[in-house]
């Protein structure tokens, strides 16, 4: 994409470009959490080497990584300068409403 105006109109939409280097998600951490205990239990045939117990905590750690990964996700917001053309973040720029 090749973006073309005045200097100091480039130099706006460049800045309002920037997001913050996310995706917007919304986690369900409890939800998370179900679905990898029930995937880790379910395990038939021999294969499933982790106790009920096991598979809880295992199910718990994930669901605590995620959700820590995405509260320094949402701690850069504004900061990181990872997404150098974010639609989200030009989305409800002023540039992009023609102000």
Do not use: H, Y
């Not at 994409?1 to 005045?6: C, L, Q, V």
């Not at 200097?7 to 939800?31: H, Q």
């Not at 295992?58 to 504004?78: H, K, N, S, T, V």
């Amino acid at each position: 994409m090749t973006i073309k105006g005045p200097s100091a109109e480039l130099k706006a939409f460049a800045a309002a470009a920037r997001g913050p280097g996310i995706i917007p998600w919304e986690i369900n951490g409890a939800a998370i959490e179900e679905d990898i205990f029930i995937r880790a239990v379910s395990q038939t045939g021999g294969q499933r080497s982790l106790s009920v117990a096991g598979c809880r905590i295992l199910a718990r750690q994930f669901r605590e990584r995620i959700e820590a990964r995405e509260a320094r996700a949402r701690d850069r917001i504004g900061v990181s300068r990872a997404c150098p053309f974010d639609l989200q973040a030009i989305g409800g720029s002023a540039i992009c409403r023609g102000r």
